[in-house]
């Protein structure tokens, strides 16, 4: 039995799900992978949990905002408060001080935000600066100024890590599965039952969803019906990404803050996606456009007077009528005036046609011994720094002569992601058979760019004219 292999082979890595459980913890408001640690802190060996300890746990260490006006209150009295929180740090070249802030409760113009004590910069730095973005159990206490003028303190932190990666296990662990039931386990690691879907086809299109996670820099559009998930998987599955959901995006928030100095999200993040990216309003819809075509082709921002590197995928999310499910008919009329325009549709790598991915109903929602969600997601990240995957790709591709350069891109890029995420266990092309290799990566990687192509001769007939001649290059395994 699948569960009982996982279990066995993962150990301390295994988390019993079950779809009321989920309820529970969704109508919390807490993410997958808060949910699974909480789990896994709160339930003994059979897996059930204590859920009045859960609620005590969260009341008194993970406060909303409301709950965060009261921490405030209590800083202005002379308490020193400790709490469990998503947390922001900078430094202001400027003055010279080290700043946080805690986004989860509004930054700075809220008032959650202030002065890092030296002491804790200096213990915590690799921790707290290397990453925009890390969770911890913070120590705050207020300070008074002379000049009557308050600020919060940061006097304490302390990571939250509670799962160490060692992609090494986890490579060896994958031999222990065949790639079918690997599939499995990579669709019940983020919360979906396996058993749920109609055939293999269904779960392939699905893993696609995955691939920002493993992979730097990839771009993609999704378009479907409400209710197939993809905005679960993209805001709730890692805290190493970020969903925009609505509202008006700048280009200080999004790419480069001139005035801070600082990076926007696409610095900060494995992966910015856009919900609905209809109903998103861009200030300066031009400027972003122009910004982010740069950043996609080349993975640099740039301010003013800065320039950056960044690795974050631009994910485009969009509903989807069923009139329309056709990659021959013009679907991007679909997504924001943005990304329509065909010099920034070319620089997406993939589309997934998430129409052929089920409505989610209670037979989709996992049930039963499954990867943790955080541990998985951790892995996912981790991968993202490992280079010997492209190397496997490049050596197991005959690339035809004048090959496009940005298909070629987009179909490696893609193609390496599959290999981390279905095959983490190879080294090498030979750990990888020709038939696998072509059904789980090549072909899937090609089918994803194609539709693009497709879409590009569209909605730009003359730059990109010879369709449906105009596909991608004829790739095979070499």
């Given at each position: ?18 779809p ?13 992978y808060m ?21 005590k ?18 800083l ?29 409760f509004?930054g ?5 935000g ?19 973005e890390?969770?911890?159990i913070i120590?705050?206490m ?25 992609l ?7 031999r ?7 599939i ?16 293999e ?10 691939l920002p ?6 771009n ?23 969903l ?15 005035a ?5 999200l ?19 819809p ?11 082709e ?7 007077d ?13 509903n989807?009528?069923?009139e329309?499910?056709?990659?021959s008919?013009n679907?991007?009329?679909e ?22 991915i ?14 943790n ?5 951790e892995?996912?990240h ?6 010997v ?17 940005r ?10 992601a ?9 080294t ?7 038939d ?11 089918e994803m ?7 590009l ?22």
């Amino acid at each position: 039995m699948l569960e009982e292999k996982v279990r066995s082979v993962f150990a301390d890595m295994v988390v019993l799900k079950d779809p009321k459980r989920s309820e529970f913890f969704s109508n919390l408001s807490l993410p997958s992978y808060m949910r699974d640690w909480l789990v896994m802190k709160f339930s003994g060996r059979d897996g059930t949990i204590d859920y009045d300890s859960v609620l005590k746990y969260i009341n008194q260490y993970i406060p909303n905002r409301e709950g965060f006006e009261i921490l405030k209150y209590d800083l202005i009295k002379g308490e020193q408060v400790r709490f469990l929180a998503r947390i922001r740090v900078n430094v202001n070249i400027k003055d010279g001080k080290v700043m946080f802030e805690l986004p989860d409760f509004g930054g700075k113009r809220t008032g959650a935000g202030g002065l890092v004590e030296e002491s804790v910069s200096e213990q915590w730095r690799d921790t707290l600066l290397r990453e925009s973005e890390n969770w911890g159990i913070i120590d705050l206490m207020w300070l008074n100024n002379v000049n009557d003028k308050g600020t919060i303190q940061l006097i304490g932190y302390k990571p939250f890590c509670p799962y160490k990666v060692d992609l090494g296990y986890y490579r060896e662990a994958r031999r222990t599965f065949t790639t079918e039931e690997w599939i499995d386990v990579i669709i019940n690691a983020v919360d979906y039952n396996p058993k749920g879907y109609n055939d293999e086809e269904q779960k392939l299109i699905f893993l696609r969803r995955l691939l920002p996670f493993v992979e730097k820099r990839i771009n993609l559009i999704e378009l479907a019906p409400k209710g197939t998930g993809k905005s679960y998987v993209y805001e709730k599955i890692s805290k190493r990404g970020w969903l925009v959901t609505g509202g008006t995006v700048s280009r200080a928030t999004l790419i480069y803050d001139n005035a801070k100095k600082m990076g926007g999200l696409i610095t900060r993040f494995d992966y910015v996606g856009f919900d609905e990216s209809q109903s998103i309003s861009f200030e300066q819809p031009n400027q972003i456009q122009a910004a982010l075509k740069h950043y996609m082709e080349f993975g640099e921002i740039k301010g003013f007077d800065a320039q950056m590197a960044a690795d974050a995928g631009i994910i485009i999310l969009g509903n989807i009528d069923a009139e329309r499910f056709n990659v021959s008919k013009n679907m991007v009329a679909e997504i924001n005036k943005v990304f329509q325009e065909s010099a920034t549709l070319d620089r997406f790598h993939g589309f997934i046609p998430g129409w052929e991915i089920p409505r989610l109903n209670q037979d989709l929602i996992s049930n039963g011994w499954a990867l943790n969600t955080e541990y998985f997601a951790e892995v996912l990240h981790e991968l993202r720094n490992e280079l010997v995957y492209s190397a496997i790709v490049d050596e197991s591709l005959d690339i035809p002569p004048k090959a496009d350069k940005r298909d070629l891109t987009a179909i490696k890029r893609l193609c390496t992601a599959f290999v981390k995420l279905i095959f983490p266990q190879a080294t090498s092309k030979e750990d990888i058979s020709k038939d696998e290799f072509k059904k789980y990566c090549l072909e899937p990687a090609m089918e994803m760019r194609r539709i693009i192509k497709e879409q590009l001769a569209i909605v730009d007939p003359k730059e990109f004219e010879g369709y449906p001649r105009n596909s991608v290059p004829d790739i095979q395994y070499k």
